[in-house]
């Protein structure tokens, strides 16, 4: 297939400074999960993206200096030479495919407790960490801002020996100590950096051509500045300082990489913010400036991306996690296979990796996060099962991804669906309030999976055990989903709950099947993640009278880490429902849910016609069960491999369902390494510990 010529634009080279990207796609810094304790697992994912066709593809953000250390999340550090060979992989992996490899170096400021090293955090004015922290920073004197100016020049030089090629000054997300100097409530300085917005702005400034004195030559410059922070009159505005801002430093970088800050803000969920919403915030950028800008919004569609080059609002399409999504993008809009792009659905999942400290993961991309440890690449799989039938019984988000893994690596697949409808729990949970794009997850399976010759399909196929053994298959895996359960058996409680079984307690099954309770309402959220919420929601919406019960101290409390933690909250708080958090259910009578308050131990009551409990769920692993039986009798048989995968082996989210049903397929008939891979310290770089 070849390129379709309305895209042409999009594959224009681009200067930045002394440096030429060879398109407009443009990875900007994510964090990963990995930082500074996996070079190796890093350098893999970013090379990856490389080959996938973006242009450019940055670090995440990269301490300077052990004052501004932000452990234990695992993002770069560059604070001697001993940290350039690490991050010198990733350079080199990203050269290796013909891109651009830049460097969001950074010092976190007052916005971390450097927990690690024990160093007293600094920024512009005495104030507590933003952090919740019992840590106050100490106010920079001028001996300070020097240091941090040759701190700064000194990372810059060592990215530059690392091999990158593009060098990054940052102030965003309320994060880099530039940002905290230019606000007015977080800078109370009376000197000749406080005060006016030129004073405010003289780091910026400073360590702008400090960077381009340093590495100006050979590097690219950039920088990274939240232009609103959405706060109103108490912060930076893209009507006022955040424009101001840029005018005043318009042609000093060698590229403007602008957003809104905070990260909450900046990477909002598709459950609030749809596709380009930055873009009436950065729109102005490109008219004070002659210098590439590059912003994102979530970018999928490459119509929307023309016509934001066209349109003059930005010169290079940014992404983070479209590109964690799919990571070939670029190349697939290159190639003219836009069926075949896998659109990130802004579900944050692969947020949540870095406030866990875990590797990067991803729900549309099962392969992110393990390209090094276990070699798998987003667009190969090793060509096997020749001859060999594969049965995957249930198509929710497990069984589509492991029918589809398995028909690309050469197996005869045949996916039978009990119902109508491909995609199980996506088809119920993606009619809720917020959650349509989610729908994406489906719909790019089964639009890959109906091209397929090697590929069945059956509808309406309840099977049976005797059904599965007869089948003549090869391997078989289950995955017929869960059910959630009514008795309140869940976190907070091992046992069930006194009233549960009333007829007017309801489930998460029956409100994904279309049914209501009775108002007033009750939603007894022991989940802890979206599902309660929005449930909730979903009753106000229907007029009725709606109390969120949570054993936890806010609402959806899991979202925390998927940055719509507050979102939610505020959401439901403005459609009408009563928040209750901290309290355990102790019985329900058909009239009212009794509480136990957690923090007083008093009981009280909370009028409820109906309840909704979102607690625990049950495998549904019947057939499976059923199967196994059969198969251990006289009518089984010794060459039929059967497995449980997704929410029948393990109930949990959509991204664990997909990678389990990806990772069934990829170890089909592979030797499987009995240990998990890990990166560990060669003895040289200890040595420094004990000599």
């Known amino acids: 297939m070849t390129r379709d010529p309305r895209y042409d634009i999009l594959f224009e080279p681009v200067r930045i400074g002394p440096v030429t990207a060879r398109n407009r796609f443009f990875q900007v810094a994510h964090c990963n999960g990995y930082g500074w304790t996996q070079p190796q697992a890093l350098a893999e994912m970013r090379g990856i993206k490389a080959e996938g066709g973006w242009a450019v593809v940055t670090t995440e953000e990269v301490e300077i200096h052990p004052s501004g250390d932000c452990e234990p999340f695992h993002e770069g550090r560059l604070w001697s030479d001993a940290d350039i060979p690490a991050l010198a992989l990733m350079a080199e992996a990203v050269h290796f495919h013909g891109a651009l490899a830049a460097i969001e170096i950074m010092h976190h400021g007052p916005s971390s407790a450097n927990r690690g090293t024990r160093e007293v955090p600094i920024g512009p004015s005495h104030r507590p960490v933003t952090a919740y922290d019992p840590v106050q920073a100490r106010r920079m004197d001028r001996q300070d801002i020097r240091n941090l100016r040759q701190w700064h020049r000194d990372a810059a030089l060592r990215a530059r020996r690392a091999g990158f090629d593009i060098v990054y000054v940052y102030a965003g997300h309320e994060l880099g100590i530039p940002m905290h100097f230019l606000s007015r409530r977080m800078n109370d300085r009376t000197d000749e950096y406080g005060g006016s917005l030129e004073n405010r702005a003289r780091l910026l400034r400073e360590l702008i051509e400090d960077t381009k004195d340093a590495v100006g030559g050979t590097c690219g410059v950039a920088v990274r500045l939240a232009v609103d922070e959405l706060m109103g009159d108490a912060g930076i505005t893209s009507t006022g300082e955040g424009r101001d801002v840029i005018a005043m430093l318009a042609e000093l970088p060698d590229l403007w990489d602008v957003n809104v800050s905070a990260w909450s803000n900046d990477s909002a969920t598709s459950r609030f913010q749809k596709e380009g919403f930055q873009e009436d915030h950065i729109r102005f950028v490109k008219q004070v400036t002659t210098k590439p800008v590059v912003g994102v919004g979530r970018y999928t569609s490459p119509d929307r991306m023309v016509s934001l080059v066209k349109g003059g609002v930005l010169d290079f399409i940014g ?6 999504a799919d990571p070939f993008l670029p190349k697939k809009i290159e190639e003219g296979r836009l069926d075949d792009i896998r659109e990130c659905i802004g579900c944050n999942m692969c947020v949540t990796s870095d406030f866990t400290m875990t590797n990067l993961r991803c729900t549309q991309n099962p392969t992110m996060g393990e390209e090094w440890r276990r070699g798998w690449h987003p667009e190969r799989v090793p060509a096997t099962g020749e001859g060999k039938r594969v049965l995957v019984v249930g198509a929710g ?20 669906e009990a119902g109508t409808e491909l995609g199980g729990r996506l088809i119920r949970e993606t009619r809720l309030p917020g959650l349509a794009e989610w729908i994406r997850v489906r719909d790019w399976r089964t639009g890959q999976l109906q091209r397929m010759a090697n590929v069945t399909i059956y509808r309406d196929s309840p099977l049976t055990a005797e059904d599965v053994a007869g089948f003549g298959a090869d391997h078989v895996a289950m995955a017929t989903g869960a059910t959630w359960r009514r008795d309140g058996v869940g976190r907070d409680s091992g046992f069930a709950i006194a009233g549960f079984d009333h007829h007017a307690v309801l489930t998460p099954d029956d409100i994904l099947a279309g049914r209501l309770p009775e108002g007033p309402v009750v939603v007894y959220d022991d ?4 599902l309660g919420g929005v449930i909730a929601e979903r009753c106000a919406a229907a007029g009725l009278a709606t109390t969120y019960v949570t054993t936890a101290i806010q609402p959806s409390a899991f979202s925390v880490n998927t940055l719509e933690a507050t979102a939610i909250a505020k959401r439901l708080v403005r459609a009408g429902v009563t928040l209750v958090t901290r309290v355990s259910a102790a ?9 136990t308050d957690h923090l007083s131990g008093e009981m009280r009551g909370i009028a409820a016609r109906g309840l909704v409990t979102v ?7 019947d057939l499976f069960t059923a199967t196994e039986k059969l198969m251990q009798g006289p009518q089984g048989t010794a060459t039929l491999t059967l497995r449980r995968i997704g929410d029948c082996n393990s109930p949990s989210t959509i991204q664990s369902a997909v990678y389990a049903g990806h990772r069934w397929a990829r170890e089909l008939d592979e030797a499987v390494t009995p240990y998990y891979p890990r990166e560990l310290p060669q003895a040289d770089s200890l ?3 004990w000599t």
């Open 397 to 416: 988000p497990a069984g589509l991804e492991a029918a589809l893994t398995a028909a690309r690596r050469g197996y005869e697949v045949h996916l039978a």
């Open 687 to 689: 040595r420094r510990f």
């Open 319 to 324: 992404a983070a996690r479209p590109s964690i």
């Open 587 to 595: 019985r329900f009578d058909g009239e009212a849910l009794q509480v």
């Open 527 to 530: 989940d802890h993640f979206y």
């Open 615 to 621: 607690t625990a769920r049950w495998p549904a692993d």
